[in-house]
């Protein structure tokens, strides 16, 4: 008969056993992003496609809820099925490849960068609450900027991958391949295209976000309010949605400076004008009144083009 003492180290072990690992719950996180990425994928290619000013199929008459007629630009699931015709179900996940890695490397990263930031010594109990928000928001930037600068090379080539079937180019093709194109032509320099603009709209977002929950949270949620622990639970979240509205002008940019000028149909004139750098673009887009195009899959309007200056 086994001993008291064998049976519980034996208890102690299965418990061991059962309980996941740092490794086991990377590799979780790893395979999670993955399958989220490709699910994601259509819908992000078209938004690319919409991004750089691509509108094969033509508008509709609708009307709108006061009964004006207007004319509307196909919505997601028209412009789904016309990828589908011209390249089959396979084609709606083109450049998928780079965003899984670009995924992975981003998951490796925050993990490690954010176990590296939980080792620093904590000072709370010196701290106000607004001093702790600021703290964690730039452990935050810090982390979301290391990440930024290790995929980025992996968004452009996604990116010029999807922009290829504006020209039905097959300049880039495999990451490897892709690699060794844009080295070839535009050195290291070319994997950074259109990295300020997303790196400062992500930081804008970031800070916008967290500042504008905690005063919310703090001066305009009473203590009082029996819900009041719910509405600050939700309280980031509303904030995400209606900063990142606000902030999605640079990552047009960013995306649009990613195509622009590498050769490809959609980054060249007449489709599009070569830009000197990011704020050219911006400055280019705001003029033309498509800031913020590519923002909605549904209900797209035909853009109404901006009148020419009269002054004299």
């Known amino acids: 008969m086994e001993s008291s003492e064998n049976l519980s180290g034996q208890e102690a072990g299965v418990e061991q056993d059962a309980t996941p690992t740092l490794v086991d719950v990377d590799a979780a996180l790893l395979l999670l992003g993955a399958g989220v990425t490709a699910i994601t994928h259509p819908l992000l290619y078209v938004k690319l496609l919409i991004q750089v ?33 011209v390249d089959g179900k396979r084609g709606l996940f083109r450049g998928l490849s780079p965003r899984i890695v670009s995924s992975t490397i981003s998951t490796v990263v925050r993990s490690k960068v954010k176990q590296q930031v939980e080792l620093l010594p904590k000072r709370d109990e010196l701290q106000t609450s607004l001093r702790k928000v600021v703290k964690e928001t730039s452990h935050e930037m810090i982390i979301q900027c290391l990440s930024r600068v290790a995929t980025h090379p992996f968004h452009v ?14 300049k880039y093709g495999g990451i490897f391949s892709c690699i060794v ?38 001066y305009a949620v009473d203590d009082s309010f029996t819900q009041a622990s719910a509405v600050r639970s939700y309280t980031k979240f509303v904030m995400g949605i209606a900063v990142s509205a606000l902030t ?11 195509v622009n000028n590498c050769g490809l149909a959609a980054g060249l004139p007449p489709r599009s004008p070569i830009f000197e750098s990011w704020l050219h673009c911006w400055n280019h887009l705001s003029h033309k009144g498509q800031l913020f195009r590519g923002s909605s899959f549904f209900f797209r309007r035909v853009p109404v083009p901006s009148r020419p200056s009269t002054e004299g």
């Open 53 to 85: 000013g691509h509108e094969p199929l033509p508008p509709t008459v609708g009307t709108t809820m006061f009964g004006r007629r207007v004319l509307y630009l196909p919505g997601f699931f028209s412009y789904a099925r016309h990828i589908v015709k």
């Open 181 to 218: 194109k844009i080295f070839k032509e535009e050195g290291v320099a070319g994997f950074y295209v259109g990295l300020v603009p997303h790196v400062a709209g992500e930081v804008l977002f970031l800070w916008f976000c967290n500042l504008l929950a905690h005063f919310i949270n703090t």
């Open 157 to 170: 080539m996604s990116v010029r991958c999807m922009a290829q079937f504006v020209g039905r180019e097959v």
């Open 248 to 258: 999605y002008p640079f990552m047009l940019v960013a995306d649009i400076m990613a």
